[in-house]
């Protein structure tokens, strides 16, 4: 079955820094969802990748999915501590199915 | 505001008991979801409903039932056959359950924490 890995696990980086964030799949996707949470809370949807290549922005935040479609990142420019979550990478595995498979998440701490 | 709907927001189960988690969604959507998230687990999809009166099972179904009668509902029961139901719930609805990427955008409730007394 496939699976989305997800590295690092965790993350604490001072204000200001740059910072990524990678979502690893073992086949390709034929769609890419990025996705914040706040502890204890709903995933609050941020970004959409579909075509190989492709990058998008949001603020300060830009994914981007590489052109095997098999590994995508979340690049925060300048890091905020209204960036602090959990961020998780969600997948569209292709073939006749609509059903969404789940990093298990990035935990991101950002120090002022 | 349209949006999804999950209450209550803390909810606390007896031994042998059964709970309904409630999903309200008035964004029209045809989909929905119920996931289960544990602490290093990710999203577990417990069941999922494309259409008014059908629902498939996810992944870790047991011990779980399900309805949808109406669009807008899709509630969740955690039976007593379901030993282990302490976790955050999730429940989420997308436009259409095709295959289109831009139509399986998942929105999320704000979820329900089960835990036992």
């Known amino acids: 079955s496939q699976e989305l890995e997800q590295s690092p696990q965790s993350l604490i980086v001072q204000e200001g820094k740059n910072l990524t964030i990678n979502c690893t799949s073992s086949k390709t996707l034929y769609g890419l969802y990025w996705y914040k949470q706040k502890y204890g809370e709903g995933l609050i949807f941020l970004m959409m990748l579909q075509k190989g290549g492709e990058e998008k922005s949001h603020e300060k935040i830009t994914a981007k999915l590489d052109e095997k479609k098999q590994q995508s990142s979340l690049h925060i420019t300048a890091s905020q501590p209204s960036h602090a979550g959990i961020y998780l990478c969600?997948?569209?595995?292709?073939?006749?199915?609509?059903?969404?498979?789940f990093g298990t998440g990035t935990l991101l701490a950002v120090q002022p | 505001d349209g949006g999804i709907t999950q209450s209550p927001k803390y909810l606390f189960r007896k031994e042998g008991q059964n709970v309904t988690l409630s999903c309200e969604q008035n964004l029209n959507h045809d989909a929905m979801y119920w996931y289960r998230q544990d602490p290093g687990q990710g999203l577990r999809l417990i069941y999922y409903s494309q259409i008014v009166n059908d629902f498939q099972k996810g992944d870790i179904a047991e011990g779980y039932s399900v309805s949808r009668e109406k669009k807008e509902s899709f509630p969740l029961t955690v039976t007593s056959a379901q030993k282990n139901p302490t976790a955050f719930y999730l429940c989420a609805s997308s436009i259409w359950g095709g295959t289109g990427v831009a139509k399986n955008i998942q929105y999320f409730g704000a979820g329900t924490r089960l835990s036992v007394l």
């Open positions: 969600g997948a569209l595995p292709g073939g006749a199915t609509n059903k969404l498979i």
